[in-house]
Nanobody, 115 residues
Framework: VQLVESGGGLVQPGGSLKLACSAS????????MNWFRQASGKEREFVAA????????EYSNSVKGRFTISRDNAKNTVYLQMNNLKPGDTAVYYC?????????WGQGTQVTVSS
């Protein structure tokens, strides 16, 4: 199993970024996919999830209405569209999936929101 994030960077407050997580080594369409983030000095926290069955989604209260998770099963990729970014969104963003009783994580991609 391999999860590889991309799309992070430096953006001004109010700006947008779209993260991508490319997956391999498992049947992507069969598994829910998640995004987490970890700010410096803080614990890793849940951001968003998308199911495998019906693409239903779930968001943390801190990003609801600003972030959108989606998936493209043909490309084995999950996305996180982030709009109206705030300095508090600054963190390393991780892609995650629970597969066959193991939690798998990508290496993370840094998102910095600053003027």
């Amino acid at each position: 199993v391999q999860l590889v994030e991309s799309g992070g960077g430096l953006v001004q407050p109010g700006g947008s970024l779209k993260l991508a997580c490319s997956a391999s080594g498992f049947t992507f369409s069969n598994y829910a996919m998640n995004w987490f983030r970890q700010a410096s000095g803080k614990e890793r926290e849940f951001v968003a999830a998308i199911s495998s069955a019906d693409d239903s989604t779930e968001y943390s209260n801190s990003v609801k209405g600003r972030f959108t998770i989606s998936r493209d099963n043909a490309k084995n990729t999950v996305y996180l569209q982030m709009n109206n970014l705030k300095p508090g969104d600054t963190a390393v963003y991780y892609c995650n999936s629970y597969i066959r009783r193991f939690d798998y994580w990508g290496q993370g991609t840094q998102v910095t929101v600053s003027s």
